[in-house]
């Protein structure tokens, strides 16, 4: 119900931009309620955190990529974009979409998206 494009390869110092598409049934009208992030995985490392945009626009980075990299959201077309700049070879990964929504009951709502491959290469 997740679905990631625009990997690919690009050049160190590079640019590209990841969009996910929520359109699934799931997300048809409540997509604004959703934190939305991308996340990352590297060959034989952890999944990290990249970009997180809350249901109130609120944004988080991590280190690695603040000021480089931005996350964006639009309620109205159920997508999240990531647009990443300067881009270097360690940013090579499987780039992951992710919504999340805990509701106050507790119930935890978590999607994941299959993931689109990034490679930052000359």
């Known amino acids: 119900q997740l679905k990631e494009s625009g990997g690919g390869l690009v050049q160190p110092g590079g640019s590209l931009r990841l969009s996910c598409d929520a359109s699934?049934?799931?997300?048809?009208?409540?997509?604004?309620?959703?934190?939305m992030a991308w996340y990352r995985q590297s060959p034989g490392k952890q999944r990290e955190l990249v970009a997180l945009i809350k249901s109130d626009g609120n944004t988080t980075y991590s280190d690695s990529v603040q000021g480089r990299f931005t996350i964006s959201r639009d309620n109205a077309k159920n997508t999240v974009d990531l647009e990443m700049n300067s881009l270097k070879p360690e940013d090579t990964a499987v780039y992951y979409c992710?919504?999340?929504?805990?509701?106050?009951?507790?119930?935890?709502?978590?999607?994941w998206g299959q993931g689109t491959l990034i490679t930052v290469s000359s």
């Open positions: 699934g049934s799931v997300f048809f009208t409540i997509f604004s309620i959703f934190h």
């Open positions: 992710n919504a999340e929504k805990t509701l106050s009951s507790g119930t935890k709502y978590d999607y």
